[in-house]
T-cell receptor, first 113, second 112 residues
Framework: AQSVAQPEDQVNVAEGNPLTVKCTYSVSGNPYLFWYVQYPNRGLQFLLKYITGDNLVKGSYGFEAEFNKSQTSFHLKKPSALVSDSALYFCAVRDGGDYKLSFGAGTTVTVRA | NAGVTQTPKFRVLKTGQSMTLLCAQDMNHEYMYWYRQDPGMGLRLIHYSVGEGTTAKGEVPDGYNVSRLKKQNFLLGLESAAPSQTSVYFC???????????FGPGTRLTVL
């Protein structure tokens, strides 16, 4: 069975400060990890993914994420947050042998001006 | 390209009524998915399809049926709606199971 945990319901940061959204996962095989963002009343948009290779993955809008196998984590980061980054962020995992993605409950990010 | 589109955007049903949600994609993707989103629960997979003519159950399939008669379309049916099916429904598609999923704008369904 595969699962994802996003331990923080909300993250609040000031504009210009670093932003981190945490994600831990559990799979029986090799993990395929994804981050998505959802703006109000919109569908999810893909940010980045880790399949294999370099543990540091760069994605859209200046976001990056670091895959840490020993800690089973895939935290999303942005060096300097913008007010426009305020949204709901989802981490998702797929076990290597499965077709399905499992999503975390989501983390609401608020960036204040 | 329109990407992934969903019809309708909003719907209100009475308990026991039936309806069909339509998802269409123009990216020639093999994989299509139906999710429901409820507050604090993330997205939960209802059914999915790995190709035309195939469907499979996801995490929460009870009360729903699906069909994939054409590659570009994936239909989600509710035969007898219940208040517990009040949710926002998202369709998604992907080229393969390794690739990112592209999501539609969602359908907000209320069952009274």
């Amino acid at each position: 069975a595969q699962s994802v945990a996003q331990p923080e319901d909300q993250v609040n940061v000031a504009e210009g400060n670093p932003l981190t959204v945490k994600c831990t996962y559990s799979v029986s095989g090799n993990p395929y990890l994804f981050w998505y963002v959802q703006y109000p009343n919109r569908g999810l948009q893909f940010l980045l993914k880790y399949i294999t290779g370099d543990n540091l993955v760069k994605g859209s809008y200046g976001f990056e994420a670091e895959f840490n196998k020993s800690q089973t984590s895939f935290h999303l980061k942005k060096p300097s947050a913008l007010v426009s980054d305020s949204a709901l962020y989802f981490c998702a995992v797929r076990d290597g042998g499965d077709y399905k993605l499992s999503f975390g409950a989501g983390t609401t990010v608020t960036v204040r001006a | 390209n329109a990407g992934v589109t969903q019809t309708p955007k909003f719907r209100v049903l009475k308990t026991g009524q039936s309806m069909t949600l339509l998802c269409a994609q123009d990216m020639n993707h093999e994989y299509m998915y139906w999710y429901r989103q409820d507050p604090g629960m993330g997205l939960r997979l209802i059914h999915y399809s790995v190709g035309e003519g195939t469907t499979a159950k996801g995490e929460v399939p009870d009360g729903y049926n699906v069909s994939r008669l054409k590659k570009q379309n994936f239909l989600l049916g509710l035969e007898s709606a219940a208040p517990s099916q009040t949710s926002v429904y998202f369709c998604a598609s992907s080229y393969s199971s390794f690739d990112e999923q592209f999501f539609g704008p969602g359908t907000r369904l209320t069952v009274l």
